[in-house]
């Protein structure tokens, strides 16, 4: 039976999208992305090799597939032609038989990137150029892929191929029961309309940005699969209620570049004073073990204990009928466990997550403490085979977020996935 799969960020982003959509592509026909630019990246496993994409989707590196690029998508022409020629660097050459870039979506100019990085501070961009580009395209002014494709310039006419209208070519795919598998970026927390406004990305990467952006019915949606991982991460500034120390101390911390050099001293630390319940190297423990470093940006991520108000915010909006659990392999030393189960603000006990900003900035977590399993298990094929604390550790995330768990992820790599649920897949 064919299906339509989405594929959505629960959390702030970085969940581990790219390594579920790259399992999943397999079996998928065509692979899409609807939303955001190059200020999203997302990393990929395959072997010995790691494949870092901002803008092409994760389907790139599969054969036989078609990918697209769609209306929702903002374009920064230099990037793709850049990832593309990354592909055919390592034998992955693209044609306009397995890529496609919308005709609709819009361009990113040099001038809006520099629009950007003078005024886009306050929120934390990244500086790609994504929300003045968004802006344009509100504002009726934006240059679209299908005005730019005809340009006479080196980089038009290397992308022109792949220039088509996007959304019969999608449709046709479905009506014809071919496996659709959408690729979000970012993260349900980072919405426009229901993230953590104004700290929050320029589109809509929830379920329905992923129909707008691709011009596709919902009824046409099989499944909506949130990816969350184990703790929570987040970039740059915004609230945070379950966050380990403060974002200066990550900032402090610099960039994976300054932190690679002595690893081994910096993961002995933070395990050490993170058992004592240092919570700010609770925080470091995790995110030197997750590697949560920005694959665009390379800045340090804030890291922070499970939240379930936030998941099951993301199961409403999203409507999800399923989900994947990442990271669990980065508990791996630590003895004692939280779960964020509902918020206190103003005395008040809550699991209904406030979508305003100053309710959100008093919200105090209610932790759940939970017995780590202080082992490795990133080679575990088998549910039944983790250790019990892991497996009650799962089992209550799922009760919390009210949705089955289709799969569970200990490690990077394609083979380190455990299907716990394959109704909800291919």
């Not at 919308?102 to 629009?115: D, G, L, N």
């Not at 910096?266 to 240092?278: I, T, V």
Request: hydrophobic share 35%.
């Amino acid at each position: 039976m064919s299906k339509v799969i989405i594929i959505v960020g629960g959390q702030w982003g970085d969940e581990g999208k790219g390594k579920i959509v790259d399992f999943l592509a397999e079996k998928a026909d065509v692979i899409a992305r609807a939303t955001g630019g190059n200020n999203a990246g997302h990393t990929v496993v395959v072997g010995d090799k790691t494949f870092k994409f901002h803008l092409l989707p994760s389907g790139t590196i599969h054969k036989g597939k078609l990918n697209i690029c769609g209306n929702g998508m903002v374009i920064y022409p230099k990037q793709i032609i850049k990832e593309i020629d990354t592909l055919g660097e390592k034998g992955i050459t693209l044609t306009e038989k397995s890529l496609l870039i919308s005709s609709s979506a819009h361009v990113i100019t040099e001038e809006q990137i520099e629009k950007d990085r003078k005024t886009g501070k306050k929120v934390g961009t990244t500086g790609r150029g994504i929300g003045p580009c968004y802006m344009a395209k509100v504002e009726r002014t934006g240059l679209r892929m299908s005005e730019f494709a005809g340009h006479n310039s080196a980089d038009a006419r290397k992308l022109a191929p792949f220039v088509k209208d996007a959304y019969p070519i999608l449709n046709k795919a479905i009506d014809d029961k071919k496996n659709i598998l959408i690729e979000g970026a970012q993260g349900t927390m980072l919405d426009i309309d229901h993230g953590t406004y104004p700290y929050v990305t320029s589109s809509n990467p929830t379920a329905a940005g992923q129909c707008t952006g691709l011009g596709i019915g919902p009824k046409k949606i099989s499944e909506v699969i949130a990816i969350l991982k184990a703790y929570t991460t987040r970039v740059g500034r915004g609230p945070f209620p379950t966050e380990l120390g403060t974002d200066k101390q990550t900032l402090d911390e610099g960039t994976w570049d300054k932190i690679e050099p002595r690893l081994d001293e910096h993961m002995k630390e933070a395990e050490e004073k993170g058992n004592e319940g240092d919570e700010y190297y609770q925080g470091k423990y995790l995110r030197l073990m997750g590697r949560e470093y920005g694959t665009t940006t390379k800045r340090a991520r804030r890291t922070g204990w499970f939240d379930s108000v936030v998941a099951k915010y993301a199961r409403r909006i999203n409507s999800l009928t399923s989900f994947v659990l990442t990271k669990i392999d980065c508990f791996s030393q630590l003895k004692r466990i939280r779960i964020c189960t509902a918020y206190e603000i103003d005395g008040k006990k809550t699991e209904d997550f406030p979508t305003d900003i100053e309710q959100l900035q008093k919200a105090k977590p209610v932790y759940e403490e939970m017995d780590g399993w202080c082992c490795d298990i990133s080679d575990i094929k088998r549910f039944d085979d983790l250790p019990a604390e892991c497996r009650k550790y799962i089992k209550r995330i799922e009760e919390l977020v009210g949705v089955p768990m289709c799969m569970v992820s200990v490690g990077p790599k394609r083979s380190q996935t455990i299907i716990l649920d394959d109704r909800f897949l291919f």
